[in-house]
Nanobody
Framework: QVQIEESGGGLVQPGGSLGLSCTAS????????MGWYRRAPGKQRELVAS???????NYEDSVKGRFTISRDNAKNTVFLQMNSLKPEDTAVYYC???????????????WGQGTQVTVSS
């Protein structure tokens, strides 16, 4: 069994900053990638940022230069630092971990419960 625990989020004014963190624990053989997705009201879930086991990083275009994803491999933890936040960043943010639970199976995606980020004055 795998657990995904998120922390951070909240209410911030436009131009402000917030940090999110997420830790994967439990039956983990190896993690392929971890990342953050978000779902805004009335919109589909979208990838915000991801980082793979080799350190490769992807960002959604609208967050490039404002958000930074990083990872602590030893602690199976991923961080998302969000700066210069805009009202359009308001969404529920979900942590994702793509991982193997053993060396013989295939990888699977595990999700956190989501954390609300609201950018408003």
């Amino acid at each position: 069994q795998v657990q995904i625990e998120e922390s951070g989020g909240g209410l911030v004014q436009p131009g402000g900053s917030l940090g999110l963190s997420c830790t994967a624990s439990g039956k983990i053989f190896t993690i392929v990638a971890m990342g953050w997705y978000r779902r805004a009201p009335g919109k589909q879930r979208e990838l915000v940022a991801s980082i793979n086991s080799g350190g490769g990083i992807n960002y959604e275009d609208s967050v490039k230069g404002r958000f930074t994803i990083s990872r602590d491999n030893a602690k199976n933890t991923v961080f998302l630092q969000m700066n210069s936040l805009k009202p359009e960043d308001t969404a529920v943010y979900y942590c994702n971990a793509r991982l193997y639970t053993d060396m013989r199976g295939s990888f699977a995606d595990y999700w956190g419960q989501g954390t609300q980020v609201t950018v408003s004055s």
